[in-house]
């Protein structure tokens, strides 16, 4: 009889463990453009932005006025997309901090700057293993081509290639344990 017990007690304990670690779920979901972007869909192309611009040096530029032009190939709702407003943002205040300004008009500015953004994105990646393992990571890539023009002549000055890179990987384990984040 005690025989009997003790394996009902082990199939009782093997049955309830089953339910423990299969009851807890992470998921982290993303609604789509009514809900906004993701804080990881918007961190990791910034960081890999920072990271290709720490590079660059415009320090040559000191005490000019640049007018920034950025082009991509994202969607635009008006005369410039968010991410290209960002981008020209960004770049103007790296400008800023060197020491030149950035025109308010191109017709005020000393040298044009042309950035075009052959990448500015994000690749997200899910991987799951029920009950044991869950995983998001998060991909930035940023590659830039930047041209600087003589605003007078239209005479190239200086072009270079600016890129960067920076992964986030949050991870649980057994779906309840976690999160553990990783950035590199």
Excluded: N
């Excluded at 060197?98 to 500015?109: H, I, T």
């Excluded at 605003?151 to 976690?178: F, W």
């Amino acid at each position: 009889m005690s025989g009997k017990i003790f394996r009902f007690g082990k199939w009782t304990l093997l049955i309830g463990s089953i339910f423990f670690l299969t009851a807890a779920c992470a998921t982290k979901r993303y609604g789509g453009p009514t809900m906004g972007r993701s804080a990881d869909s918007q961190f990791t192309p910034a960081d890999a932005l920072e990271k290709a611009l720490k590079s660059a040096s415009f320090e040559k530029y000191q005490g000019k006025k640049i007018w920034i032009e950025v082009y991509s190939l994202t969607e635009r709702t008006g005369e410039e997309s968010p991410e290209e407003r960002f981008l020209r943002s960004w770049v103007g205040e790296k400008f800023v901090s060197q020491g030149a300004r950035v025109a308010s008009a191109k017709d005020q500015a000393d040298i044009a700057l042309e950035v075009k953004a052959r990448v500015f994105g994000v690749h997200q990646t899910r991987r799951d293993f029920i009950p044991l393992f869950y995983a998001e990571s998060t991909h930035g890539i940023v590659d830039l081509h930047l041209t600087y023009y003589e605003k007078e002549s239209g005479k190239i000055l200086h072009t270079e290639d600016l890129k960067g890179e920076a992964r986030y990987l949050e991870y649980y384990i057994l779906y309840m344990i976690g999160p553990f984040k990783s950035i590199k």
